[in-house]
């Protein structure tokens, strides 16, 4: 009798085995095959993507004007870009010293009423940290390296005192804001942006009238409402009291949107970046 000679043949993704049978004319043969390996996907994608953006208003100067409304957050500052340290920025995101957002989420103190709570970055000599504050714990700011480690601590505070059996896990640049285009665009266009080493650069391209129209009316777009100005501005004048590297400077003028002018006098906020980078 002859015996079994079994013969293999693998690659990267799959592997086949058969045997050789007896002369009796009989034969076995096993095979198998398995499925390909999953690698991650990488960011390839990022510099060939057209993303749709508002337009926003610029200065005399050229600079973005502040506070601007995008989507659900209020910019009130873009920093400034610190591209000479890869820490500070990855393929994908940049992350401005002094950049200052603000927006509302559930109280971590109050299960019934939701707060202003405000984001900024500062310089943490190797790596950006990141900082959140909500309006009814003025003092008690939150500070990670990363933007979703703060966020995450926030949002684990929240599902506790609301009993929400929920995940506490959370995406840093959505809470952030730098996962929206408009935003993403705005940091794009700060100096330095095009010698950050890691970066992609990003292509964007201005929303149709017809659709900026539809993000204004929704609130998502041009200037904040008056109400969220005057509570962002309590909530920014009761860090800064605790905060000794922010500077706050109010100034009165007439704010208005691409449909209407909002009555009265509507205060500009804007936040001054540490004074260790200030040009």
Same mark, same amino acid.
């Given at each position: ?11 990267? !993704? ?8 007896? !002369?009796?004319?009989?034969?076995e ?40 409304? @995008?989507?659900?957050? +209020? @910019?009130? !500052? ?8 890869d820490?500070?920025? !990855? ?8 950049? +200052? ?10 299960? *019934? ?13 190797? $790596?950006?940290l ?5 309006? *009814?714990?003025?003092?008690? /700011?939150?500070?990670?390296?990363? $933007? ?5 601590t ?10 929400? *059996? ?14 929206? /285009?408009?935003? $993403? ?5 700060? /100096? ?51 905060l ?21 006098? $509507? ?5 001054a ?7």
């Open positions: 009798m002859h015996q079994m000679r079994c013969s293999t043949i693998s690659s990267s !993704n799959f592997s086949i085995s058969f045997g050789a049978g007896d !002369n009796s004319g009989g034969s043969t096993g095979f198998s095959q398995q499925q390909p390996v999953k690698r991650r996907k990488r960011h390839h994608d990022i510099g060939s993507k057209v993303r749709s953006v508002q337009p926003v208003p610029r200065d005399k100067d050229g600079n973005y004007e502040m506070p601007v409304q @995008v989507g659900i957050l +209020t @910019v009130l !500052n873009l920093g400034k870009i610190v591209w000479d340290q820490s500070y920025h !990855n393929e994908r995101y940049i992350w401005p010293v002094g950049y +200052t957002v603000q927006r509302e989420y559930y109280s971590m103190k109050n299960p *019934d009423q939701q707060v202003i709570y405000t984001c900024w970055i500062t310089d943490g000599g190797d $790596a950006p990141f900082h959140v504050e909500a309006e *009814d714990m003025v003092g008690s /700011p939150i500070a990670a390296p990363t $933007a979703t480690g703060a966020w995450t926030v949002l684990r505070a929240v599902n506790q005192i609301r009993q929400r *059996d929920h995940s506490n896990s959370a995406s840093g640049p959505d809470y952030f804001g730098f996962s929206h /285009p408009t935003i $993403a665009k705005m940091i794009q266009d700060l /100096p330095g942006a095009d010698r950050c080493r890691s970066y992609i650069m990003q292509h964007f391209v201005e929303m149709k009238d017809r659709h900026v129209r539809g993000v204004i009316k929704k609130g998502r777009g041009g200037r904040p409402s008056t109400d969220m100005l005057s509570r962002g501005q309590r909530a920014l004048m009761a860090s800064s009291s605790t000794p590297h922010v500077e706050t400077k109010l100034v009165c003028e007439k704010t208005a949107s691409s449909q209407t002018e909002f009555a009265g006098t $509507a205060k500009r906020i804007s936040v970046t540490l004074t260790n980078n200030d040009e």
